[in-house]
Each structure stands twice: as structure tokens, then as C-alpha cells.
């Protein structure tokens, strides 16, 4: 199991229930989707919230020094110019 | 040097805060510390640039799906630019979206970037602080 940050709209949250740490990052992109319109973030309720509101987001999956697993949903970074447009399709 | 891609998160009165670089000329790749420093420093942050070592002024496809996951993420609208040997152009939040503008008078930093992205820093500044003339006494 694992604990879920949430990153949006200016603020950053957990997630206050665990869930299961072998899911792929589409499923926690749509469990997150589903926990943030019912509200169930503290702080971060949105019930308009888009139902692709996270489609250019990655989990990142990291390990605190007590071993308990944090999987952060953050937005991607990456660039690059419109000649690497197709280089990137390849790799993605 | 081979031409590679930098990105500089730049503060306000130009302040340049972060910098990365990659080792490829058309991208940068997705990094978790670009996007630790962007949450730290979200407060002073203004504009995120990154150049376009071989060409390309414009936004790639790549480009605009950060920029959309980075402005959702923070709440509020960044200005992003992309640099090339050739010119800048700068994407301006608006209260109904933005806009693109070519940028004229470069920034500062503009020549540092493009010497750490492999290429030529082109031709001298226009900028308030080295006018590109001045009056005759």
C-alpha cells in the first residue's frame, strides 16, 4: 500500500487513504480525478473537475527513509523543440 | 560543446533562480528535479525558458502540454519563452487565455542560456540597461 500526493491547483495533498501500490499511473491518474470531485482530498474539492484534468501528469514513486512507499501525481516537465516532435511520439 | 537543450526558471526583475540542461539539442527530458524546484520556488517564479538549440521558434506539441500540466498544477498562469540562435518569443498570460509575442528587446540572460544550450549568444542586447543608441552630445 501506498500513500498518494496529489498536486493541483496550487496546492499539494495526501491522499488520507492508502491504496495499492502496484496500480499504473493511468489508474491513479482516475482514482485521483474520482477523489478530488468527491472531495475526499482535504482541501482540494473540485466537483467540476475535468475528467482529463491530470492526462499530462506522471507518478513519481518514491521511498521514505522509514521504507513506506509515496506516490506523488505531479505534472510532467519535459520539452523540446517541434523537430523532436516525432522522436518523442516514438519513445512515449 | 554540442547544442543542447537548457531551461532557466527565471524570478522576478529577470533573476534567474534554477537551471538545467540535457544532453540532447531537441529535448529535455521529464525530471523530477525541474519540477521540485518549480513547487520551491513557485512563489518567486514568473517564466520558464528553455531553448530550441538547432531552430524551431515556436512552441512544440511537448511544450504545450507542460505548459497546460505546470499552470493546472500551480493554480495560476507562468510565462514560458523559447530561445533559439535566431530569436525569442514569449507566451503572455491574459485574463481570457494568452498570448505570443516575439520579444524585441531580450532579456540579460538570453545570451547565457544560448552559450550554455552550445550556440552562438547572436548580436548584441537591446535592452533598457545597454541602449543600441544613445544621444549625441
Known sequence: MAILNITYDGMSV?????????LADLDIRRIAVEVVRSGEVPGLHIAGLAERAFDHYVVDRLRTPQGELRMYLRPKVPFGEPAGDEAFRCVS | MNPREVC????VDDTVLWSDASSSPIALPDARERWAAVWRLRDRLVEIAHTHPLGG???SSEDETTM???DSALGRQLRYSVITPEGMIVRIPEADGYRDDSVVSRPWWVPLIL?????EPGPPLR???????SKES
Open chain 2, 57 to 59: 521558434l515556436q512552441f
Open chain 2, 115 to 119: 552559450v550554455a544550450s552550445g550556440v
Open chain 2, 127 to 133: 535592452t533598457p540597461y545597454s541602449p543600441a543608441t
Open chain 2, 8 to 11: 532557466f526558471l527565471i524570478g
Open chain 1, 14 to 22: 495526501d491522499y488520507p487513504r492508502k491504496i495499492n501500490d502496484g
Open chain 2, 68 to 70: 497546460l500540466a505546470l
